[in-house]
């Protein structure tokens, strides 16, 4: 019997490192979780797209809930994203206010004309400093922000038609019981 | 010494193969000089590519400018540091830290202002936390549980060895792993 206890031990190996792999490919690990869930999202004052001289600040938007997405005209991935936004955008019942970030104002301005625009609002953060705040370190991301300010959910990568479906309409479904 | 030399032979008569062969000669032996030289030159581009210059108040500041910045991860390419990545918000980070040294933040200030935006995930070094008491006691355990282990099996070796001295191939049995 003894002499089947290497085996065992190899067998363990075996699944410990066939989890590993599983594990690996249900999670994505570049993936870090926002510690700014349940958190009041950061104070920010930007200016919109259409019209540099109007700014808008997380105060302006308090009252309703809102999906911020960040997209960048180089961003390849918010390509992937942008036709899921343009058909189901509209069907989530919150406003999207689009975050241009780190991008050229006339760069975003011919991407959004060529592909469409799925968004309410346009705000503009060149420098990419309040970015810093909202803890956003690449594009997509996507934010959903109560009434109050707080930030609910965070969705990290392109919006799928699935994450829509099973993460960001439950997480809105839930706002909407908790305010009168 | 590395003298000055050309490939171009049209500047030597045709056929004064003798002063062709000095001047190849010249360069053959003065080119493994200037690739060590370039290699150099190439490694000091990276480098100064990787890290902009920033107005340091002083080295000591620039000092601790280069560790703080070493013990911080990049979130975009996540097995580098601050200090070594090329990607464009580890150098608005890089900024970012640089601009609250010169505000007089310390660096656990600093630190804690990145972990509120990115988490834990920004130090290379983890705090001691619940969730993180696998990652840094897990090791231990393990060591623990194999000395165990090898405690318990020469014990039991020692106790069945007198006994069976003579006997060989009755104390041989089971142990042979």
């Excluded at chain 2, 200037?34 to 620039?62: R, W, Y």
């Excluded at chain 2, 979130?75 to 464009?88: F, I, P, R, T």
């Excluded at chain 2, 001295?165 to 049995?173: I, M, P």
């Amino acid at each position: 019997m003894s002499r089947l206890v290497p085996f065992f031990g190899f067998m363990l190996l075996v699944a410990l490192f066939g989890f590993g792999i599983w594990w690996n490919t249900q999670h994505d690990q570049r993936e870090v979780p926002s510690p700014l869930i349940n958190k009041p999202a950061p104070a920010f004052v930007l200016p919109k797209l259409d019209d540099p001289t109007q700014t808008v600040s997380r105060e302006a938007l308090m009252g309703k809930p809102y999906l911020i997405n960040v997209f960048a005209s180089w961003c390849i991935a918010c390509g992937e994203e942008h036709p899921v936004l343009m058909t189901q955008g509209k069907s989530i019942g919150v406003p999207i206010i689009g975050y241009n970030y780190k991008d050229a104002a006339d760069d975003a301005k011919a991407w959004l004309a060529k592909h469409g625009d799925p968004y309410d609002m346009v705000i503009v953060d060149q420098e990419g400093r309040t970015a810093i705040d909202f803890g956003v370190y690449g594009a997509p991301e996507s934010f959903l922000v109560d009434g109050k300010g707080v930030i609910r959910y965070k969705r990290i990568g392109p919006l799928t038609p699935e994450a829509i479906e099973k993460e960001l309409k439950p997480a809105i479904a839930a706002l909407a019981k908790e305010q009168p | 010494m590395i003298r000055p030399f050309s490939f171009s032979v049209g500047a030597h008569p045709v056929g004064d193969n003798q002063t062709k062969r000095r001047t190849w000669r010249r360069a053959q032996s003065a080119l493994p000089q200037v690739l060590f030289a370039l290699l150099f030159l190439i490694a000091g581009l990276a480098f100064a590519q990787a890290i902009e210059p920033l107005p340091f108040k002083d080295h000591a500041q620039e000092v601790r400018f280069q560790n703080l910045t070493r013990e911080l991860r990049c979130l975009v390419c996540q097995n580098e540091n601050l200090a070594d990545s090329n990607a464009d918000l580890a150098r608005d980070l890089r900024h970012e830290v640089f601009e609250q040294m010169q505000a007089g933040k310390s660096d656990d200030e600093i630190k804690q202002y990145l972990v509120d935006r990115y988490s834990d995930f920004v130090l290379y070094d983890p705090p001691v936390k619940t969730s993180t008491l696998l990652l840094w006691f897990g090791p231990l355990v393990i060591l623990l549980a194999g000395a165990a282990v090898v405690v318990v099996t020469i014990r039991r070796r020692s106790r069945v060895a007198p006994v069976n001295t003579v006997d060989d191939k009755a104390a041989d049995e089971g142990d042979d792993w």
